[in-house]
């Protein structure tokens, strides 16, 4: 075996080791049942793990994770995932996780080919052209930066307005949606006050924090196809 891995292996049985020595009962008491209060829906990126982040331990935090934080519609495994959270295990919280200098994101906004990828990324760059009056005459580095933040909260807005939440939310259970942000230089996550808890806030919220992004005003001329690409204009 090679050592790259045999590392993790050794490390992993010094770890399991020194957690039951310290905790005895650890491991058996995660084993009856798993009770995460929040569930983390964030990038791939080697560089932002939701346990360490937030300082959860094992059991408290349900993960899915995917290039650009992207949650569609007709994504079986995003779906399967939040339902399993919401309907199963009860979270109260999920969060979406964006980060700055994510490379989705900037393959999406500079329009870079990868290969495969770039079909799932193109989820990213419709939104790209969705906001580019909120967008498009920023210096570059601040693109990227608003193009992560504007992904989480329309993101955001597709958990919220998944049949998942909604019947949650029609059933009466009290769980929450929240947008934040995670700057690699400073290892400081960032509210983007996009928190929803029901049905009737979906809209309203979203367009708050949407508008929170000034506009250039020369593009008044593309009223239409704004229509056509934001039914929450
Ligand atoms: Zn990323």
Redesign the pocket.
Known sequence: MSTDTQVLLDHNRAWAARMERERPGFFTGLMAQQKPRYMWIG???SR?PANEITGLEPGEIFVHRN???VVVHSDLNALSTIQFAVEHLKVKHVMVV??Y?????RAALQGLRIGLSDNWLRHISDLKLRHRKRIDYLPSEQQEDTLCEINVIEQVGNVALSTVMQDAWDRGQKVAVHGWVYGLRDGLLKDLQVSMDGPDTVVDIFRAAIKRYPHAQHHADDRVLDTAFDPLA
């Open positions: 990038c791939s990126d932002v290039v650009g934080n964006g980060h200098g994510c490379a989705g994101v």
